[in-house]
């Protein structure tokens, strides 16, 4: 991936730069006008995350059962990515929803299952912060429950009342919002790629540094 | 064998509560004084809050589990006795199991107590339909106690673990919270909604398949150092 890094961030950064010509050239939808914009975030942020989540999810379960340590960098790396593209769909989340439907936040199956993801993975940080020695295995297992919560919640709270916007909706946006739209996205991940590599080297390094430390030591 | 090894590991937590009564004692009075401070949030004039009961009855039951679960392994841990019980000769999905049949065995004791007095202080019909009531406290407290012993047992070694427990354990369990409170309001309207309950049992019911096999799959690295 390092040989790749430069090109890609390039990509990455004239995409972002590009993206709000991009958004602003997309054609209004017809009954929420200029609010439905926040959806070229909110959805792509959307997808970072869960990608995030399924990646920590699967690679503390690699690192738990395998003890592979690279593994649980790169869950660390995915659980923090997730908190951060999470907290962003959480804020973008409302901005819409108080003009779409005039109420900051409703008790909707996704809003929940959002929210509650949020907070297992912040979960995770914090065990991982303040768990002390072994809080590596702690928070693999916090991730491994996060990823399998998913249905349960959804299920759970899908039973009340649903008002967000079916995931349906992607594959029939109008030609101009489409190409708008997988333009976010493709964006988006490539962010999400760059940072998950940037993150993992630096908690390789990390590790790398505490061997060479404890080799040191008489 | 592992059955036998987990029934043994429950006798012998047994044996030991019953000689000096600590953990029950003071769950049980921890539920009580959380109903009473709800009761004095919740009745206003003489008559509760609508359709408090079911949230009350279920904010209680995991309060005092989590309290409950953080007693369980600090016996083990003053006793330093934790290291002797993993390197028993023993699977170690049996030690998982008997410490959570005696989680179980101590939450339902609490509820004992804890749905009667919901009932007389929130003048909830709770006892309208017993049974499914029964099946869906149960099914709720196995998954409650499936995760929160595996969580409390990891947790044994960590200096944070008593603000560490229910920050781990709520967002984790929230299924089984939503569907107890759905469930249990479902039977205290003024005609009780069965098939609502019912549904929310299986919802629970699946949880807990899923839970428990997935702790006592992971019990055995989280417990190796």
Partial sequence: MTRFFLPVFGVTALMFAGAPFVIADAPYESTMLLVQKIFYFHVPAWFVMFTAIFISGIWSARYLFKGDRNADRV?????????????????TGPLWGRKAWGVWWQWDAR?????????????????????????????????????????????????????????????????GMFGAFWFSVIAFMLLFALLMHLRVRLEQQRAALDDLYLAEEP | MPFRVALLILKKDFLIEVKSLEILSTTLFFAVS???????????????????????????????????????FERERYGETLRALLLAPAPRPAIYLGKLFGMVLLMFTTEVVLVPMVALLFQAPLFSRPLLLFVLLAAGTVGFASVGTLFAAMLVRARTRDIMLPILLYPVTIPVMIAGVQGTSALLQASPDEAMATMWIAIVSTFDVVAITLCLWMFEPLMTE
């Fill in chain 1, 111 to 175: 809003l929940t299952m959002a929210l509650l993801l949020e907070a297992i993975f912040i979960g995770y940080l914090l065990v991982r912060k303040y768990g002390g020695p072994g809080s590596e295995k702690l928070s693999a297992a916090m991730a491994i429950f996060g990823m399998l919560n998913v249905p349960f919640v959804y299920i759970s709270v899908n039973i009340w009342r649903t008002i967000h916007p079916k995931t349906s909706v992607v594959p029939t946006l109008g030609p």
């Fill in chain 2, 34 to 72: 959380c109903l009473l401070v709800f009761s004095f949030a919740f009745v206003k004039e003489g008559s509760p809050v609508q359709d408090a009961a079911a949230g009350i009855l279920w904010i209680a039951i995991a309060f005092s589990g989590t309290l409950a679960l953080g007693r369980v």
């Fill in chain 1, 75 to 91: 869950a660390f790396a995915a659980a923090e990515i997730a908190v951060v593209f999470g907290l962003m769909g959480l804020v």
